[in-house]
């Protein structure tokens, strides 16, 4: 993804790119694509680039379950705000596309919540 307006060296840098927190430059994720969910969440041990480990300790990442849930309670306020408040949805339709949008988004939900924990045990060290 391009993120031209996001600078190196901020947190929302290496979240939003899914990149090593302390270097920037190393990919947390072995598959870049989000997609192919068998490898989803499979996660390099080290950056590749500065040798920071991912794997803390262990179960370290159950954290990052607590960073996914504020994602995917403002895509809900987001889902139910267009589709049954201002569109108008019957009910059951709108749980159906709330359904399908969760589970598509799913993956990169996933990875940003990881992301997002990552950065906050490891800063970013400009050498
Ligand atoms: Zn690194």
Same mark, same amino acid.
């Given at each position: 993804?391009?993120?031209?307006?996001?600078?190196?060296?901020?947190?929302? *840098?290496?979240?939003?790119?899914?990149?090593? $927190?302390?270097?920037?430059?190393?990919?947390? @994720? &072995?598959?870049?694509?989000? #997609?192919?969910?068998?490898?989803?969440?499979?996660?390099?041990?080290?950056?590749?680039?500065?040798?920071?480990?991912?794997?803390?300790?262990?179960?370290?990442? *159950?954290?990052?379950?607590?960073?996914?849930? $504020?994602?995917?309670?403002?895509?809900?306020? @987001? &889902?139910?705000?267009?589709? #049954?408040?201002?569109?108008?949805?019957?009910?059951?339709?709108?749980?159906?596309?709330?359904?399908?949008?969760?589970?598509?988004?799913?993956?990169?939900?996933?990875?940003?919540?990881?992301?997002?924990?990552?950065?906050?045990?490891?800063?970013?060290?400009?050498?």
């Amino acid at each position: 993804m391009k993120f031209k307006f996001i600078k190196k060296g901020t947190k929302k *840098y290496s979240v939003l790119k899914l990149k090593c $927190p302390k270097c920037q430059e190393g990919d947390l @994720f &072995v598959d870049t694509n989000p #997609y192919h969910l068998n490898r989803c969440l499979l996660m390099n041990e080290k950056c590749l680039k500065c040798n920071q480990d991912f794997q803390i300790e262990p179960g370290f990442y *159950y954290g990052s379950i607590w960073m996914s849930y $504020p994602i995917v309670v403002l895509i809900t306020i @987001f &889902v139910t705000s267009f589709f #049954y408040l201002y569109l108008e949805l019957s009910l059951l339709f709108f749980i159906i596309i709330l359904a399908f949008v969760m589970l598509t988004l799913q993956p990169l939900i996933l990875r940003l919540g990881r992301a997002m924990w990552l950065n906050i045990f490891v800063r970013f060290d400009e050498k």
